[in-house]
């Protein structure tokens, strides 16, 4: 039985769905997206997502046509004809105006909303952590950096690259040679107590589940800065955790080989990824 997603005022079987081969999003990467997670129905940071696709939109000249209320409905209402609880959602966007070429005159956005079941990491993940390289990739005057688009490419092939190699997840470096981000992950490092993680002028998303843990971790006065963190630095952190709306927060075993701490998740890690756990259902 296929899924019912949300296209353009409908409700439709995801077969059922038909998109141009002239598709500006498919042809040029023209489009923006979100994706958020529900916790017994109840989706976290809703309200927080909606806005910085509603910023990305515009920053692409893009035109939603709804408000956000109005978005909000159709997302629960594609979550509930799912009959889902624990899902991954994502909202799409893209130019509607169809065509070859790289200038563009139409605004209005073809809108897609898709919720599926909640695919989660083995629990080990969250205790063990996972192995990532440090690789040079992230083009911080980039003009689409900071927003999430769908141009993935660039993530794509680099954790590509290195699972190649044996890893499973890639670190970012800048062009400055800083820590970025991870391929779809925000990064934080702790050492001696202290929690640091990228500034956003590093050439990274501006993560909701970024914002939210340096929140939890400044009301349980941590100190928390957001300054450029060099690879070295990397490699001498008592802890390392991504983090992201799906996966919440993954501990990083080891970088470039080198075990990180303990090798198992760090007590800061395990303390925040609580905290955030209790963050998300308390609303619920």
Request: aromatic residues 10%; hydrophobic residues 40%; positive net charge.
């Amino acid at each position: 039985m296929g899924r019912i997603v949300f296209f353009n005022d409908r409700f439709l079987k995801d077969k059922d769905v038909k998109i141009s081969v002239f598709n500006r999003g498919f042809l040029y990467g023209e489009g923006v997206f979100e994706t958020m997670r529900s916790y017994n129905g109840v989706i976290f940071k809703l309200d927080k997502h909606l806005r910085r696709l509603f910023h990305s939109s515009e920053k692409m000249y893009l035109k939603i046509p709804y408000n956000q209320n109005k978005l909000k409905g159709h997302i629960y209402t594609t979550l509930k004809k799912n009959f889902l609880k624990e899902a991954y959602i994502r909202v799409a966007l893209w130019r509607r105006e169809e065509g070859f070429g790289l200038d563009f005159k139409e605004k209005i956005a073809d809108t897609l909303i898709v919720a599926q079941p909640l695919k989660k990491f083995p629990r080990r993940v969250y205790k063990e952590g996972i192995k990532a390289v440090a690789l040079k990739g992230k083009n911080t005057s980039s003009l689409i950096s900071n927003i999430k688009s769908f141009n993935y490419l660039e993530n794509i092939l680099a954790r590509k690259m290195a699972r190649s190699l044996g890893f499973d997840e890639v670190i970012l470096l800048n062009t400055e040679g800083f820590v970025s981000e991870a391929s779809s992950s925000n990064i934080f490092i702790v050492r001696n107590g202290v929690l640091t993680t990228p500034p956003i002028k590093a050439g990274i998303l501006a993560g909701i589940t970024r914002e939210v843990i340096i929140d939890l971790a400044k009301r349980c006065l941590f100190d928390v800065y957001e300054r450029n963190i060099s690879a070295r630095e990397l490699l001498k952190a008592d802890e390392i955790f991504l983090t992201n709306s799906i996966s919440e927060i993954v501990p990083v075993a080891e970088v470039n080989g080198k075990r990180i701490g303990s090798g198992l998740a760090g007590e800061f890690t395990r303390l925040l990824a609580v905290l955030y756990r209790l963050e998300a259902e308390k609303q619920v």
